[in-house]
């Protein structure tokens, strides 16, 4: 039972280029989300999810995007990366009213 | 919108030293609230929780929190520190019924324990 899986455990990108942060889970969680990270910023809501199809927009969304075409997969899309996404990206799942299972994180750095 | 306030964000200690660890959140309905860790280098994990019932709740190694409804606060405590106690701490809540369950974070309390 792997829980929350995230790749890459590390990226680094240079400005413009685009890339996919990928999410998987095997709990059947219906509820999928991603966050940033930041010093002295805690956790940022980017995107979440209630289910396969359905996607919303958490406190920072713009530069992202998400789809959520199985309720195993949750992948997260830079579109043109930029210095600010440097960053370390949580996936985060849960049931319900649940506590989170977090994945261990893709740390990010954007030249 | 709800919030949720950490109101240290760097304590020191050395070891065996108490630990209390301040969380306050601003909504007014009923909520579910969490404290996670995090590890150096590590994920976050859950530490403990409150759905309901006694407000005095035990966590892993050691931890405890009590909800003090009527001070909308959740703080963190545990009576003697180790320096594996070392990490950053986050106190989180959401709504205990209706909507999609959003958590809101505080910003986090890093703790440094000197052995």
Redesign the interface.
């Known amino acids: 039972n792997a829980g929350v899986t995230q790749t890459p455990k590390f990226q680094v990108l240079k400005t413009g280029q685009s890339m996919t942060l990928q999410c998987a889970q095997d709990m059947n969680h219906e509820y999928m989300s991603w966050y940033r990270q930041d010093p002295g910023m805690g956790l940022r809501l980017i995107h979440y999810s209630v289910g396969a199809g359905i996607t919303d927009q958490g406190e920072v969304p713009n530069g992202y995007n998400v789809s959520r075409s199985t309720t195993e997969d949750f992948p997260l899309r830079l579109l043109s990366a930029a210095p600010s996404q440097t960053s370390v990206y949580f996936c985060a799942t849960r049931q319900y009213n649940s506590p989170l299972h977090f994945g261990n994180g893709t740390r990010l750095t954007v030249t | 919108a709800q919030s949720v306030s950490q109101h240290n964000?760097h304590v020191i200690l050395s070891e065996a030293a108490s630990l209390e660890l301040g969380c306050n959140y601003s909504y007014g309905g009923t909520v579910?609230l969490?404290w996670?860790v995090q590890y150096p280098g590590?994920?976050?994990?859950?530490l403990l929780?409150y759905?309901s019932g006694d407000p005095l709740v035990k966590g892993i190694k050691g931890f405890e929190a009590e909800f003090i409804k009527s001070k909308f606060s959740f703080n963190l405590r545990k009576p003697s520190v180790q320096w594996s106690d070392t990490a950053e701490y986050?106190c989180?809540v959401?709504l205990?019924s209706g909507g999609?369950?959003?958590?809101t974070?505080?910003?986090?309390t890093s703790l440094i324990v000197h052995p």
């Open positions: 964000h579910n969490f996670y590590q994920h976050l994990q859950l929780k759905f986050f989180a959401t205990s999609s369950y959003i958590p974070f505080g910003r986090g």
